[in-house]
Nanobody, 124 residues
C-alpha cells in the first residue's frame, strides 16, 4: 500500500492558478499510473487527469488545455498545475494510485490508494 498526501489547495479567483502536489510513500512509485480526481459537493469522484509511469498523460475534456499533470519519480510526487480556473472547478481534489487494470481509467474502483484530498475553491 502507498500513502498519499496532497497539498496546495486554497481559495483563488476565477482566472487564477493553483499548483497541487501529491507525495507518495510506501511503494515503488514509478511503476504505477497516478491520477487526480475531484469531488464537488454532493457528487461522486470524477477523473481529472492521469499520468502513466512513463509519462503519458490523459485529461478529462473540461480541463484539457488548462491543467497539466506531471510527476517526478525520484521524489515520488505527482503535481497538477491548474490555470484559468473557473467556479465549476471548485472541489476536493484527490490523488490516487492505480492498482487495477481490469476496467476503465475513469472508474475510482481501479485505484486502490487515495489521499485525503485538498480543497480548491474558485470564487470572487
Amino acid at each position: 500500500q502507498v500513502k498519499l498526501v496532497e497539498s496546495g489547495g486554497g481559495l483563488v479567483q476565477p482566472g487564477g492558478s493553483l499548483r497541487l502536489s501529491c507525495v507518495g510513500s510506501g511503494r515503488i512509485f514509478s511503476g504505477y499510473d497516478m491520477a487526480w480526481f475531484r469531488r464537488a459537493p454532493g457528487q461522486d469522484r470524477v477523473l481529472v487527469a492521469t499520468i502513466e509511469g512513463g509519462g503519458h498523460t490523459f485529461y478529462e475534456d473540461s480541463v484539457r488545455g488548462r491543467f497539466t499533470i506531471s510527476r517526478d519519480n525520484s521524489k515520488s510526487t505527482v503535481d497538477l498545475q491548474m490555470n484559468s480556473l473557473r467556479p465549476d472547478d471548485t472541489a476536493l481534489y484527490l490523488c490516487a494510485c492505480r492498482t487495477s487494470y481490469r476496467g476503465s481509467r475513469y472508474s475510482p474502483s481501479e485505484y486502490g490508494d487515495w489521499g485525503q484530498g485538498t480543497l480548491v475553491t474558485v470564487s470572487s
